[in-house]
């Protein structure tokens, strides 16, 4: 079974930085597909940023603030926000995948952006 952990979230001044991180645990993850997702307060959940075979991709509303990479020594998913606005406020969900291609998320981590 595999199990997500994500942790790095909280309040934070428009213009600031945050840090999440994933850990994951269990048999059989893909290294192939990895990504973090956002649900804004009444909005659906939305990939934000991803790295699938290798690429990396970001949603435009990201794009040149957010930063995803993966810690290959523990197989930690981490995601860097920089600069910070108030329509990033939202909870922050991990995803990852099996080799069969089963999604697995996270319990997701609260991120609120003060103006």
């Known amino acids: 079974q595999i199990q997500l952990a994500e942790s790095g979230g909280g309040l934070v001044e428009a213009g600031g930085s945050l840090r999440l991180s994933c850990a994951a645990s269990?048999?059989?993850?893909?290294?192939?597909?990895m990504g973090w997702a956002r649900r804004a307060p009444g909005k659906q959940r939305e990939v934000v940023a991803m790295i699938n075979n290798g690429m990396t991709v970001y949603d435009d509303s990201v794009k040149g603030r957010f930063t995803i990479s993966r810690n290959n020594a523990n197989d930690a998913l981490d995601l860097q926000m920089n600069d910070l606005k108030p329509e990033d406020t939202g909870v922050y969900y991990c995803?990852?995948?099996?080799?069969?291609?089963?999604?697995?998320w996270g319990q997701g981590t609260q991120v609120t952006v003060s103006s």
């Open positions: 995803n990852r995948r099996n080799r069969y291609g089963r999604n697995y």
């Open positions: 269990g048999d059989g993850l893909s290294v192939n597909y």
